[in-house]
């Protein structure tokens, strides 16, 4: 058997808002008015993103309560440099989504920043230090 991950899925209340945070992160989102019950994009590496909305997994799992109190899976995006990661930071935050964790050289060797999509799941960003692989 073989096995291989090909989908993340993300719960929405909001797809327009959900869609317009991961466009400024570089995913090319399909555009959507907001009935849509899912939406694809696929990355650059085949792997496919696609979001539901809650009415959408509640048709099939009518009990389904969205996760709180914590972050089990964090989505990370890699950039090319520490100061992509200081950018691309700001380019979320001032496009008026949740800014967590502001930029830091972490102590694992690289630069680091956590943001919050519309629907508070975590999403980091990063990029090796000079020197580091």
């Known amino acids: 058997m ?5 989908l993340i899925g993300i719960v929405t209340t909001d797809l327009v808002r959900s869609l317009a945070f991961y466009r400024v992160l570089g995913v090319e989102t399909p555009e959507a008015d907001g009935t849509e019950p899912h939406v694809e994009a696929v990355l650059p590496n085949g792997l496919r993103l696609a979001w ?10 009518p009990g389904f309560s969205p996760a709180s109190g914590g972050h089990p899976v964090a989505l990370a995006f890699a950039t090319a440099s520490p100061a992509d990661v200081d950018a691309l930071y700001q380019e979320v935050v001032a496009a008026g989504f949740h800014g967590h964790r502001e930029p830091w050289d972490a102590v694992w060797g690289q630069r680091y920043a956590v943001v919050h999509d519309p629907d508070g799941n975590t999403v980091d960003l990063f990029a090796p230090l000079p020197g580091r692989p």
């Open 2 to 6: 073989t096995v291989s991950l090909d």
């Open 52 to 61: 539901d909305t809650l009415d959408t997994i509640r048709s099939f799992d």
